[in-house]
């Protein structure tokens, strides 16, 4: 659990990472050594992950986003699982209940660019029993959890 000042540190971070710790200090009334501590310690605890840059994909001409269903053959999961987390394709990849194994969110530049990886990487590089793909065409809402 993390106080209420870490919370109001962890707000202010996730507006500006890159936020002096003097600016953070005035803003929740504390010394910069007082917060400083404070983030090493969210830090060493976990709640703080990593500080990361966010990139727009259509930016970097990445304009197709499509979500994976994948059922992966019982007896190869253990070893595909690695290997589908190491795919550029894709960004996000989660164990799931349901009908299918894995759900994993890919991006490509474009229809014929997924299309080739379905073909050439998906169905010959995994041990895959059925699959479905959805192409994203509107986003609504793409966020990170917020304090």
């Not at 727009?56 to 304009?63: A, E």
């Amino acid at each position: 659990m993390v106080s209420k000042v870490d919370k109001n540190i962890l707000e202010l971070l996730q507006q500006d990472a890159r936020m002096p710790l003097t600016q953070i200090a005035k803003e929740v009334g504390m010394s910069e050594n007082g917060v400083k501590y404070r983030l090493n310690k969210l830090e060493d605890q976990g709640v703080i992950e990593r500080y990361a840059l966010l990139i727009d994909p259509k930016k970097v001409g990445k304009n197709v986003l499509a979500i994976f269903n994948i059922e992966i053959e019982p007896k190869s999961m253990k070893k595909s699982i690695p290997l589908l987390t190491k795919t550029d394709e894709f960004i996000k990849v989660y164990h799931t209940t349901g009908q299918y194994s894995l759900t994993a969110m890919g991006i490509f530049d474009s229809n014929d660019s997924l299309t080739k990886f379905i073909n050439g990487k998906l169905l010959n590089e995994f041990s895959i029993q059925n699959y479905t793909v959805n192409i994203i065409t509107k986003q609504y809402k793409d966020s990170f959890y917020k304090i």
